[in-house]
């Protein structure tokens, strides 16, 4: 038992005080793996999904990925410059959900957090999912056991998160670092070999010709193909979302750290997209037999299959699997800020031993299994899924600033930076959900709603809570009175001892309740007069009523329990306190040598109970060697018959 917290402060870390909060602040370069993996990582996975709805097109679609990337890095610059400007305004953190519920209302706000708490659990879910598809593209022989790598790796992710963000910071820092670096080189020394051979690079190792063309290019497919691509635009929202996870000018950091990932983010998706022109990389079937990812071919086409190509994959691995840690540093934080405005459990407001909002890392960990167990870990089977929510939370962030800087006033540039943020990203919205809505966004579009209803239930909840409790008036003098009170008894012992004492200690009327089912005999009532009230007589104390109630179906517990409403009954003013005496013993095995009635009682009493009806538990702590010495005192439950 004393080693217990130290294999939990190796594993988490010590517990942390609060005063120590802003220790766990962090700077820029700690910010681009906690809020960046995201944003990203899914230049491994966003050129992917594009090329994936090419492959009819043959090699005609590998030339079709620079022009789409190149609408997509329009999209990304107006987020990014929309979101800077949610920061000057928010410097405490405006998420959307924030930001709408202020300037758009409730109902808004609401949008915003379904489809935002949907979003990172999708980016969760196809982030592990996309590494394990990394991993899994390097040795094949793996491909069976992609769900239990996927949910190993989700465990270990949960353990990193819970030592709180600087340490997470810490850890994340160098595959994060060791993955640009490493697909940097691929985009350089690729660039370099693409413009040496003036625009026709021969790749080191052979690569799959693509198929034979299908089908003929469409509008259709390029809103299709380009709905897909915006994946790799989720998780730019993350670093407005945590401002203040960031140290002093947390602003002015929370910027630095969003200009850098868009940068970064830009150049890779960029490079990606013209060296898969310039060396003919298709996307290859992620069902068939001979799948391999993008970068794979990439970079081996550029670097050939040594050493680096290991390196670079095993980088990509790392960080697409990180990458699900953008939702661990998020969704907590959106699940607070929904918690404050009660459209939540209050639960979500609690920080754990690591300053975390721990139950937001519980909640998103048992959703993120669920999704990976039911698509069974596959990056594509999710990605149709994804999307929709950031898009239709940026739409309603940058809307929400619109209005934000029009009440502002003055302020006509930034109105219009928002508003054009609002246009795009709302046209993008609707283009992701028609195009993707048969593959699987009716799912998404079908739990939103569903979310919003369940978060007006909650309000609803403690509206009617807080109008039932509210009180502003003064102690009501005519409710300090003694309450009648109930003890269940079966025997006389010390646990009945220790109980009748304690009731005599908090009223004059109290009554014995003692159920006779005709099995065993009456030996309560027999020994009532000289054990009891003798002694009480004697000293001048109140005498206990014994109530013995007849049960000839042998029925213990509903007897009592009607008996103690009939008094609630009679009395509707008076409190009925019932106290419940219960043997606790020192191991988990020795209560399956006791019934459980004291528990089932408790369990009546709160279901079936009212507000006059008070429970309050008598323990007796057996002692002794394996409880010899009490057992040789005669100690058993009063109600809990050993």
């Not at 086409?301 to 990458?323: D, E, Q, R």
């Not at 054009?420 to 993707?436: E, N, P, S």
Request: aromatic share 8%; proline share 5%; hydrophobic share 50%.
């Amino acid at each position: 038992m004393a080693s217990r917290p130290n294999v939990l402060n190796i594993l988490l870390g010590r517990p942390l005080a609060t005063s120590e909060e802003r220790a766990e602040s962090i700077g820029p370069a700690a910010g681009i793996p906690i809020f960046g993996l995201d944003a990203l990582s899914s230049a491994a996975y966003g050129p992917e999904a594009a090329l994936t709805l090419l492959i009819p097109l043959g090699l005609l679609g590998v030339k079709e990925i620079v022009p789409i990337s190149l609408a997509i890095l329009i999209l990304l610059t107006i987020v990014y410059f929309s979101y800077r400007q949610t920061i000057d305004a928010y410097p405490h953190g405006g998420g959307s959900f924030t930001v709408a519920s202020e300037n758009l209302g409730d109902g808004a706000g609401l949008l915003a957090a379904a489809a935002l708490m949907i979003d990172y659990v999708l980016t969760a879910a196809v982030g592990i999912s996309a590494g394990v598809g990394a991993l899994i593209s390097a040795a094949p022989q793996l491909q069976p056991h992609t769900l239990a790598i996927c949910l190993g790796i989700l465990a270990l992710l949960t353990l990193v998160n819970m030592r709180g963000v600087h340490d997470t910071g810490v850890i994340f820092m160098i595959p994060t670092y060791l993955f640009l670096a490493t697909l940097l080189i691929v985009i350089g020394v690729g660039g370099w070999h693409t413009i040496a051979s003036g625009g026709h690079p021969a790749p080191i190792t052979p690569l799959p010709s693509p198929p034979a063309a299908t089908q003929m290019l469409t509008l259709w497919l390029i809103l299709k193909v380009f709905s897909s691509g915006c994946t790799a635009m989720t998780g730019v929202e993350a670093v407005s979302n945590g401002v203040m996870a960031f140290r002093e000018d947390a602003g002015r950091n929370a910027k630095i750290t969003l200009t850098i990932i868009i940068a970064l983010l830009a150049v890779l998706l960029l490079g990606i997209a013209l060296l898969c022109r310039a060396y003919g990389v298709a996307a290859t079937d992620p069902d068939g037999g001979n799948y391999e990812s993008v970068l794979s071919m990439l970079t081996r086409a550029v670097m050939g299959h040594g050493w680096f190509y290991y390196t670079t994959i095993g980088s990509i691995l790392l960080v697409l699997a990180l990458s699900a840690n953008t939702a661990f540093a998020d969704f907590p934080r959106l699940t607070r800020a929904i918690a404050l405005h009660d459209f939540l459990p209050h639960v979500f407001l609690l920080r754990g031993r690591r300053l975390l909002y721990s139950w937001g890392i519980y909640v998103l960990v048992g959703l993120t299994a669920i999704l990976l167990i039911i698509f069974g870990g596959v990056t594509d089977r999710l990605i149709p899924l994804y999307a929709i929510g950031a898009f239709l939370a940026f739409t309603l962030s940058q809307a929400g600033m619109v209005v934000h800087w029009r009440r502002k006033g003055n302020s006509q540039l930034r109105t219009a930076v928002n508003g054009v943020g609002a246009l795009a990203t709302g046209v993008t919205a609707a283009v992701v959900l028609v195009t993707k809505f048969t593959s699987g966004a009716w799912i998404t579009a079908l739990l939103i709603p569903s979310m919003i209803l369940i978060m007006r239930a909650v309000k609803r909840h403690y509206v009617r809570v807080g109008r039932e409790t509210q009180l502003d008036t003064p102690l009501s003098v005519a409710l300090v009175q003694e309450p009648i009170v109930v003890m269940p008894i079966d025997r006389w012992s010390r646990i009945t001892e220790k109980g009748v004492s304690f009731a005599l200690s908090l009223s004059s009327d109290v009554r014995c309740l003692h159920v006779q089912s005709g099995e065993e005999a009456d030996t309560i009532s027999e020994v009532w007069e000289k054990l009891i009230v003798a002694p009480l007589k004697g000293a001048g104390k109140p005498i206990p009523k014994l109530v013995v109630l007849k049960s000839p179906y042998r029925y213990i517990l509903q007897p009592m329990v009607d008996y103690i409403h009939s008094i609630c009954t009679a009395k509707q003013e008076q409190r009925v306190c019932v106290l419940v005496p219960e043997l606790v013993v020192r191991h988990w095995w020795e209560n399956l040598m006791h019934n459980r009635r004291a528990d089932l009682l408790k369990v009546i009493l709160l279901v079936r109970g009212n507000r006059n009806i008070v429970v309050i538990n008598i323990p007796w702590y057996l002692e002794g060697e394996n409880g010899a010495d009490a057992e040789e005192s005669g100690v058993a439950a009063a109600l809990p018959k050993p």
